[in-house]
């Protein structure tokens, strides 16, 4: 069994996760539509945990107790090898814990579990945070999933868009140099719908703080192709989000937390967004791609 990749298959369905960044890398379809994007030269990864941290910190630098430790953005989990916990056909769980390497960066003790279930439509990740600590735990999580964009080939980027399951008219926030802005942008959803261009992203990442839907559809606005829906729990922002110059991918990004705002300057555990998680309690958050086509 290979140590360093492992598959699920469940029907028509097909997906591969790494061991490093427990990582999902790949969801195919028997058809041979493939939904995750291939980490290309526009950006060398598929979809990332952000863990113990979701955007930047001022100056990669995060202080706590008089100790100032470095913490660069989004944080070590999607650069740390996790440990296998479990491995079938239709689900996977992978593990990471503090450890001395991981207490350099962040004084902190906990355990995060990923664990990937495929059945006949679509794959569910839950992530559980647990505080294995003696202080309180303060922390962020989000998934930083991309997807090809495109769906298919040959049909333009703009004739897609995102329908999510509730109106959005709270305006959105942004960031620069990988901190959050205080001013916000009017939303770009019309009602439901926020129809897709390399423009939106001229400003970097789409944030919505709070998202009020609870799923979003990525589709074709002709109707014809393949579709996607993304569906989350227990977090409470989103984060959309494409490179800036225009890149054949786009990210559908569950957040619980987000980068500094710009004017913050303060212990990390002030940092607005966190959680804080009591010794001995977890955390556990959820989300869900479901495909089809039409």
């Not at 279930?117 to 839950?126: A, E």
């Not at 495109?150 to 109106?167: M, R």
């Not at 959680?275 to 089809?292: D, F, K, N, T």
Request: aromatic share 10%; net charge negative; hydrophobic share 40%.
């Amino acid at each position: 069994m290979d140590e360093l990749v492992h598959i699920l298959k469940h029907g028509s369905l097909t997906a591969a996760i790494k061991a490093h960044g427990a990582e999902l890398c790949s969801l195919r379809n028997k058809g041979g539509t493939e939904f995750v994007w291939q980490a290309g030269p526009a950006w060398a990864r598929h979809a990332p945990l952000l863990y113990p941290i979701v955007g930047r910190l001022a100056n990669d630098e995060m202080r706590h107790r008089g100790k100032t430790y470095r913490m660069t953005q989004h944080g070590f989990a999607r650069d740390s090898r996790f440990v296998w916990a479990e491995r079938g056909e239709k689900r996977c769980s992978l593990v990471l814990e503090d450890s001395q390497a991981t207490r350099a960066l962040y004084p902190f003790a906990f355990r995060l579990t990923a664990t990937y279930t495929i059945d006949d439509s679509g794959l569910d990740l839950v992530l559980t945070v647990v505080n294995t600590g003696k202080e309180t735990l303060p922390v962020s999580l989000g998934g930083h999933p991309a997807f090809n964009w495109p769906l298919q080939a040959g049909v333009p980027k703009e004739s897609y868009a995102l329908a999510f399951t509730n109106e959005e008219p709270s305006p959105v926030r942004r960031v620069e140099g990988g901190l959050l802005l205080a001013a916000t942008d009017p939303s770009p959803v019309r009602g439901t719908v926020l129809p897709l261009s390399e423009a939106l992203f001229t400003s970097d990442a789409i944030i919505f703080d709070p998202v009020n839907s609870h799923a979003v559809r990525y589709a074709s606005t002709d109707g014809n192709g393949p579709w996607l829906d993304m569906s989350w729990r227990g977090f409470r922002e989103l984060g959309v989000w494409s490179k800036p110059s225009g890149a054949p991918f786009l990210c559908i990004e569950p957040w619980r937390g987000y980068a500094s705002p710009k004017e913050f300057d303060g212990e990390f555990s002030d940092k607005p967004g966190l959680m804080h998680i009591a010794p001995g309690v977890e955390e556990e958050l959820s989300y869900r791609i479901e495909v089809g086509s039409y």
